[in-house]
Every structure is written in structure tokens, then in C-alpha cells.
């Protein structure tokens, strides 16, 4: 406030002083002119005057001849202090007397000299030339020229610009102390009130403003006391409220505490109780997943038996309804981890494509039994290698088909994976819709089916049921993702159910089986194919996905014009037929003639009871990538796989539930394993300190000794199970226990209800196996493609697999042989390289090379290599430890296929051609 008043003061200075002293410059300024102009005028009218009379004196001496005396007036006229010389020149100009110092010279005197007086001025003196002439004779005898100085009139000039100065200073000096008078008779108002307004800040309403009559401010001073008189009686007013209220907020506050009080009792309560509900829902969990396992299990296990149709169906129900709880057991535990925001996503590298035809592979056969055609479409300008939590992604992709499929009858079933915009940095938001031409649904039921527990229809008599949650769920897991999820749909009209997420884009493209790109780039490319379907979403579908790898399709929807001119004269790679709806027994024969080159291939949904034909290649709807890869590579069966028996290994299975016992010890000894059981923790332990065992299936929950403590024990107490694996089964379901269990000495985590495929999937990931671990069979049931063309010849001992590697080389024997022969020309150099980076222990160079040679052998039709190299290359990237006992025996075994490549000759090479 101090700063503000003298800055005020300083402009009131300024405004009042500032016109003061321009009026007094101005008024100066022109006095000193004017005095200038004068005296300049003066000293011009004296020279003139006075030059006319001297020359008029002078005239009259030299007629008189009188020159002492003309003399004597030249030098009297220097008593003039504004002459500074005189000279007398003659007729001819030449100077005849002189007084004073020389004139002042100038290349203009002759034009000065003429018959009237002349004159010359310059910024120091006046030149007068002025012609002598008798005033009696008017004789002419010459010219008087006199120089007049300036320094007289610049003398007068500086007194007068004195004389100004002192005037001007006085004017100045009175406005000052006006403009001074002025600024204190305003400011000190001013100061007096910020003075008030900083006391009444401080608190202190009792000030006033002195009331002066004669101030210049009386009469804002006088409004300002009132408006103080008025604010300090609202003050007043405002205390003896303040204190009423801070007495009922003291009793409020009171009461407050009272119920934070109780809540803080109701929240530990509440937190008491959801714990509790999460332990309920554990324990729960454990105890229906036990018998679960054994159900499903042994079911699965049934149905490998021999069994009379009936027993097959009621085995069937059994395991369909097995799966029916189990999944609603997931959905109940998914809702509880929602409602307690701990329902988190796992992203990882994934392919969009897997995780859509593994959906669409699961789901099929329940959507065939309905006759319905079920399809997937994947457009082009999505990338397929993304990051993504992809178990939770096929979790909502499963709800929203299987929705789909229970609430359509006939019709179709579309699943459309597009991309919805881009963002920077590779961040790309994807859509996937799934469209049914079921029941639909009425605009009012839109909303609420996200809701838990929701039903479209909750009528008794409704046909399908469910728990509610699924829609729920998935909403909660999408909005996770950062994306949307909606429908559209009218009753009568089908629906359409889609959801939008934000992923990467991974740049490393390594969850994308490149291998299956290249089988089918190399079986399809510039290949013709002729395609009958009758169904259109199908037919789009199946043709989008083989001109994907370069095919040139001909689809057709009957077989009307297949036997046409047209289509007869034209040579084809491959025929597609569909044998659902389609009558072949005559068609068969006719196709065969008419395209005796092309390889006619099946396609059928498994649901009919229609004979397949022994002699021609069948392929199982839906049809995905993988299963066309299946269909061009060597492998041509389902595939399961089992462990070599000639070398078995040793397996410890501790559980407390004999009939988890009872399942696992089925299927292992089904293999010609070798098992140890341990029903409780303290066997187990004193199994492994008897013997060591290759893979450790252990329970975690047990009475008096559980899982956790066994690990613990082994790892640290029995140095011959130190390193061997262990495996956790447990019917837990919560997400955040496998990241314990892997923390506290476990090496891998199965859930149950655990099946033949998920304990082969360990053995063949941890156990210690043999050179040739797994060999891989037909399965008759379920079969996905059957084929006219018999089993290769076993060159299990054979390092090169020569009929893949022509397959590889696209048919070409010769292209073949070429890139065995440059394979197996840098080998040398491999081995060199490989054992150099052992010597060395440099894990980064052996990374490298065994990643290049891992390249190589995709080309070259070599599997054991191959095998091998992957194997050791994602051992290296997950240990990064060149001493690890698993990643030694992998090099071992490495160094071994070399040697046995090297030593294998090109000449081997004999085609097998097919029959």
C-alpha cells in the first residue's frame, strides 16, 4: 500500500510539475529568439547608419585633402566596440588607409563595391561596403568598408539567456512547491485511509478517519467512517453468530466422532466379512474343483474306453455339465475379485488371430449341432501381434459367442475383428463384433444386460439359462482394456454384440508362428482353387483367408457350373468342397474325373452322419489358419502327445484326495511312466530323500504339512531334488497365487481340474527327457483331416526330414538340396562360434548364434535341429545362464545334431512320393 500512495504522489508531481516547467521552456525559448532577432536587427540598422555617415565625413576630408584628419576618424571609429576594422580604399579598389586588424576576407568584396552601399553578413561579423561621395561635388573618390563584429550582441544574447534562466528557475521553484502543497493535501488522505483499512485488516473495527472539513477527501473520508460504522456492527452481528455456530458445531463434531466411531467398527466389520467371503469363496472353490477334477477327469479318461453308445452319452452329459459348473465357478469368482477391484490384466505378446480361432475351435462343435454356420473375419489392416492379456480377451470373445449360440436357432454366427482408429505410438484400438441372426432383443433390455445378474428373459418357462454374470464380467474387463462394449439389435432382428480394447502393437512379431505363414505362402501362392460352399458368410470367409497367402479363388455357391466348359477347361491346384450340404456320393466320382490333377479336398463340421470317403482329404470346419497349416505341412492328424516309453521318467504326485491320486496316476501310467504317490507332505519327503524324481506334481493345500513348506523342505534339505521340478496343482483360482507360489520355490502353477493334455504339457516342458522326447501319433477320434496318402517312412534317426524339406522348397528337389548344402556348409563356423561363446561364458554370442541357426533350420527340413535350437534359444533368454545343468545338457545335445548333420550326406536325399 506504501508503494501504491508514493507512486500516486510521484504521478500528482509529475501532472502538476510537468506543464510548469513546458510553459517555461516554451516562454524562454521564445524570449531568447525574439531578443536574438532584435539585437541582430539593431546591430544591421547601426552598421548601415553608421557606415553612411563616416563615408559622408570622409568624402568631405579628402575633398579638403585633409588626411591627418581622415586618418584620425578611421581610428576613432574603432572606439566603436561593434567596428573591429576600417579600411578607405580608392576609385580602383586598392586600399588607401587602414585601421584595425585586416578585414575580413572574402572572394565577394569586389561585388560590394558598387555605386550604393552593399553589405555582407556571416555568422561573426557584418561586412559594409559604403561609397564615398562628396554630398557637395558628388564626386566619387572611393569606397569605406567597415567590419562590424557580432561579439557585443552575443554578449547581450547570454545575459538575456542568464536573465531567462533565473526567471524560469523561480517559475519552476513556485510550481514545485504548489505541485508539493497539491500531492500532501491528497496524499495524506489516502495514507490515512490505508493506514485504517490495514488496521480494520488486523482486526481493529474501532478505527475512524479523522473528519478535517477543509481535506480535499472530506467526503469520501466521511463515507468511508460510515461504511466502517456499518461493518463493524455487521462484525459484531457476524461474532455472536461464529460463536452460536462453533458451539452447535462442537456438538456436531461430537456426534461425528461417535458415529466415525461406530463406522470405523462397521468398515473392519465389513473388511472382517469380505475377507471371510474371499476365504469362503477360496475353500469353496477348492472343495467343488477337488470332486471336479476327479469327474472330468475320469470322464475324459471314459471316453477313451469301450463303451456301448449309450454309456458314451451319459458320459458325455456328465462331462458337459462338469464344465457347466466349473465355468460358473470361474464366473462367481471373477464377480468377487471385480466387486474388490482386484480383477487385474496380464498383458503379454499375443497373436489376435490364436486367440480367435482357438474361440472359434472351442466353440464350433455346439453351434454345428444346431446347424447353425458360425464364421470369423479378420481384416487386413489389423496387426495380428499385439500385447494383450489374451486368457481374459478369450474369456469375453467365449461369453459373447456362446451368448450368440444359445439364443440362435438357425442362421448364422459372425465374428468380425476390424481395427477401429490408431493412435500414436503404435497403439492401435481394435473391434471385434460378433453378429447372430437369434431372437434379438427390445430396446429396453439393452441396458440392463451389463448389470450383474441380469437376465434378457427371467421367466420360469424361459428356455436357456445362465448365472447373469457373463456380460458383467466381460463389460468389467473391457473397460480395463480401455475400450467400450455395446449392442445392436431389435426383437426378431438378431443381434449385435461388440467391444472395443486399446493395445501395442508388438514389434518383436514373435507370438505369430511364422512358420505357418511361410507353409502356406509356399502352398498357396499362385495357386488355383476352385471352392464350392453354398453357405455366403462361409464362402467369404474361407476365400478371404486363402487369397491371404496368394491363391486365386474361384467360389462358387452350388455345384450347378462346376462341370461346366468353363471351369472343366481350366487346370486347378485344389478343389473345396463342402460335404454338409452338398450330396457328393455321385459328385465324388464326377469331380475326380473332371479335375484329375487337382487334390480335392473335404470340408465337413464332423456333425453328420454322412460316410467320409477313405480316399479323399478331409478337413474339419471351422477352418483357421492353423488347421490349413496342418493341412500343407507333414503332420496330417490331430496330434497328442505322449513320452517315449523305452526311457520313463521317474514322477512323485503328492496329493491329500485319493482320487486326484487315482486320475493322475491313470493317465501317467497310461504313458509307461514311472509313479511314486505320497498322500500328505511327510511322505513326500521321505520319498525324495530316498531317490531323486524328474518332475514333482505337488498339492498345495494339505493337512499338517502343505505344499509351500514341502517346496521349501526340498529345496533347501534334499540336494538330489535341489533342481528338479515342481510343479503346483491346486484348486485355487485366485490370479494373485501363482505369482506366490512361483516366488516361493514352485517352477510352474496347473489348476485344476486337471486333464491328459495339461499334465503332458508339463512333462513336456520341465521333465528331464531323451533325445527324441516326444513322438508324435495319430488320433483317431476327433479327427481334423484324414488323407488318402500313407505315413511316410519312420526316419526318427534321420537328421533331415528330406519330404519337409521339398515341401519347404516349395516341390523343388534341386532348390532343396541348395539350401541344405549351404546350411551344412556353415555349420563349421556355427560349431566354432558355439564353442567359443561356451569357453567364454559370453551368453549374449551364443544367443545370437543359436537364434541365427534356429532361422536357418525353418527352411531346411532339419526338426531335431530345429527342435533343439528353440529349445535352448528360450532356455538362454530365460536364464541367461550358460552354467544352468538344463541349458548344458541343451548345448550338449546341440553340438551332438551338428555332428550328426555334418556327417549326414546330401546324396541321401531319395524322395518319397506319395501313393
Not at 451389463?450 to 468389467?476: E, M, N, P, W, Y
Not at 467391444?499 to 511361410?518: A, I
Request: net charge negative; proline share 4%.
Amino acid at each position: 500500500m506504501r508503494q501504491n500512495l508514493l507512486a500516486l504522489r510521484q504521478h500528482i508531481l509529475l501532472l502538476a510539475f510537468l506543464p510548469g516547467i513546458i510553459v517555461a521552456l516554451l516562454m524562454g525559448t521564445m524570449y531568447l529568439g525574439k531578443r536574438y532577432v532584435e539585437l541582430d536587427e539593431q546591430l544591421m540598422s547601426e552598421a548601415l547608419n553608421e557606415s553612411q555617415r563616416k563615408s559622408t565625413a570622409a568624402a568631405l576630408l579628402i575633398q579638403n585633402s585633409n588626411n591627418q584628419e581622415l586618418q584620425t576618424l578611421l581610428s576613432m571609429l574603432l572606439d566603436d566596440s561593434d567596428i573591429r576594422s576600417v579600411s578607405l580604399l580608392d576609385q580602383e579598389g586598392i586600399k588607401i588607409i587602414h585601421a584595425g586588424p585586416s578585414l575580413y576576407q572574402h572572394s565577394d568584396l569586389p561585388s560590394l563595391l558598387k555605386t550604393k552601399q552593399q553589405f555582407l553578413q556571416s555568422n561573426d561579423i557584418i561586412q559594409v561596403a559604403s561609397p564615398v561621395i562628396s554630398p557637395v561635388t558628388s564626386n566619387h573618390y572611393g569606397w569605406m568598408v567597415i567590419d562590424y563584429t557580432y561579439a557585443q550582441t552575443h554578449l547581450k544574447l547570454y545575459r538575456s539567456l542568464a536573465f531567462s534562466i533565473v526567471v524560469v528557475a523561480m517559475g519552476l521553484m513556485i510550481a514545485l512547491v504548489m505541485s508539493l502543497k497539491l500531492a500532501s493535501n491528497v496524499i495524506r488522505p489516502l495514507d490515512n485511509m490505508a493506514r485504517v483499512v490495514g488496521r480494520i485488516r488486523d482486526g481493529f473495527y474501532d478505527t475512524r478517519l479523522p473528519d478535517t472539513p477543509k481535506s480535499l477527501l472530506f467526503e469520501l473520508e466521511s463515507a468511508i467512517n460510515e461504511m466502517l460504522d456499518s461493518l463493524q456492527a455487521k462484525h459484531q452481528k457476524m461474532t455472536s453468530h461464529i460463536a452460536q455456530y462453533n458451539d452447535e458445531l462442537q456438538e456436531t463434531l461430537e456426534t461425528i466422532e461417535i458415529q466415525n466411531v461406530e463406522l470405523d467398527l462397521a468398515r473392519k466389520e465389513a473388511l472382517e466379512a469380505s475377507r471371510s467371503k474371499s476365504e469362503f469363496l477360496a475353500n469353496m472353490s477348492h472343495e467343488i474343483r477337488t470332486p471336479l477334477n476327479g469327474i472330468i477327469g475320469f470322464s475324459s479318461l471314459m471316453q477313451n474306453s469301450d463303451l456301448t453308445a449309450e454309456q458314451h452319452d451319459y458320459i458325455n452329459t456328465i462331462e458337459k455339465s462338469s464344465h457347466g459348473l466349473l465355468t460358473m465357478l470361474n464366473d462367481i469368482l471373477d464377480f468377487s475379485r471385480m466387486e474388490a477391484g482386484k480383477l487385474e490384466l496380464d498383458p503379454h505378446p499375443a497373436c489376435i488371430r490364436d486367440v480367435v480361432e482357438d474361440v472359434m475351435t472351442f466353440l464350433a462343435p455346439g453351434a454345428h449341432r444346431k446347424s447353425l454356420e458360425v464364421v470369423h473375419l479378420i481384416y487386413d489392416d489389423v496387426p495380428e501381434s499385439i500385447i494383450i492379456d489374451s486368457q481374459r480377451l478369450k474369456q469375453i470373445l467365449t461369453n459373447l459367442v456362446s451368448n450368440a449360440i444359445k439364443f440362435t436357432s438357425y442362421g448364422s454366427i459372425a465374428i468380425r475383428v476390424m481395427l477401429d482408429h490408431w493412435e500414436k505410438d503404435d497403439r492401435p484400438t481394435l473391434k471385434i463384433s460378433v453378429t447372430d441372426t437369434g431372437i434379438g432383443l427390445t430396446k429396453e433390455l439393452h441396458h440392463k444386460l451389463f448389470h450383474a445378474f441380469a437376465q434378457a428373459d427371467t421367466s420360469r418357462s424361459r428356455k436357456v439359462g445362465g448365472t447373469g454374470l457373463g456380460l458383467a464380467i466381460s463389460k468389467s474387463l473391457v473397460e480395463q482394456m480401455g475400450g467400450e462394449i455395446g449392442l445392436e439389435s431389435d426383437l426378431g432382428q438378431g443381434a449385435t454384440f461388440w467391444f472395443t480394447f486399446k493395445t501395442h502393437v508388438n514389434p518383436q512379431d514373435e507370438c505369430c508362428d511364422q512358420s505357418v505363414t511361410v507353409v502356406l505362402k509356399t502352398a498357396l501362392h499362385n495357386k488355383d482353387v476352385l471352392f464350392i460352399e453354398p453357405l455366403e458368410l462361409t464362402r467369404l470367409s474361407i476365400t478371404h483367408l486363402l487369397e491371404k497367402f496368394g491363391a486365386r479363388v474361384s467360389a462358387l455357391s452350388s455345384m450347378a457350373p462346376v462341370f461346366s466348359e468353363k471351369y472343366t477347361s481350366r487346370h486347378f491346384d485344389y478343389v473345396l468342397i463342402d460335404l454338409d450340404d452338398i450330396p457328393f456320393d455321385s459328385s465324388l466320382e464326377q469331380l475326380d474325373s473332371a479335375f484329375p490333377d487337382a487334390n480335392i479336398i473335404l470340408l465337413t463340421t464332423g456333425t453328420n452322419d454322412k460316410k467320409l470317403p477313405a480316399n479323399h482329404t478331409t478337413l474339419l470346419k471351422p477352418i483357421s489358419q492353423q488347421r490349413l497349416h496342418t493341412l500343407f505341412s507333414h503332420s496330417s492328424h490331430g496330434i497328442r502327445e505322449i513320452y517315449d516309453p523305452a526311457k520313463p521318467l521317474n514322477i512323485l504326485a503328492v496329493d491329500d484326495n485319493p482320487i486326484n491320486l487315482k486320475l493322475i496316476k491313470s493317465i501317467l501310467e497310461k504313458f509307461g511312466q514311472n509313479l511314486s504317490t505320497a498322500k500328505d507332505g511327510f511322505e513326500a519327503l521321505d520319498l525324495c530323500r530316498q531317490s531323486p524324481f524328474d518332475i514333482i506334481f505337488m498339492d498345495v493345500q494339505m493337512p499338517e504339512l502343505d505344499g509351500l513348506e514341502v517346496t521349501r523342505r526340498i529345496r533347501s534339505d534334499i540336494p538330489g531334488n535341489l533342481r528338479t521340478p515342481i510343479i503346483a496343482v491346486t484348486a485355487h483360482a485366485l490370479p494373485e497365487e501363482k505369482k506366490a507360489l512361483l516366488q516361493n520355490g514352485f517352477d510352474d502353477y496347473l489348476s485344476k481340474p486337471v486333464n491328459e493334455k495339461h499334465i503332458v504339457s508339463m512333462l513336456h516342458q520341465w521333465a528331464k527327457i531323451s533325445d527324441s522326447p516326444v513322438e508324435k501319433i495319430e488320433e483317431a477320434k476327433d479327427t481334423s483331416l484324414t488323407t488318402n496318402r500313407p505315413m511316410e517312412p519312420n526316419r526318427t534317426h534321420d537328421p533331415v526330414d528330406i519330404n519337409l524339406a521339398i515341401q519347404l522348397a516349395a516341390g523343388n528337389h534341386e532348390l532343396a538340396i541348395e539350401m541344405l548344402t549351404m546350411m551344412k556348409q556353415g555349420l563349421d563356423d556355427d560349431l566354432k562360434v558355439l564353442q567359443e561363446s561356451w569357453q567364454s561364458n559370453d551368453c549374449l554370442a551364443m544367443l545370437e548364434r543359436v537364434h541365427r541357426l534356429h532361422g536357418a533350420c525353418r527352411y531346411c527340413g532339419v526338426p531335431e535341429l530345429e527342435q533343439i535350437c528353440d529349445r535352448l534359444e528360450t532356455r538362454l533368454k530365460t536364464t541367461q545362464n550358460l552354467r544352468d545343468p538344463k541349458t548344458a545338457k541343451d548345448y550338449q545335445k546341440l553340438l551332438h545334431s551338428i555332428i550328426r548333420l555334418k556327417e549326414w550326406e546330401i546324396e541321401n536325399m531319395v524322395i518319397i512320393t506319395p501313393v
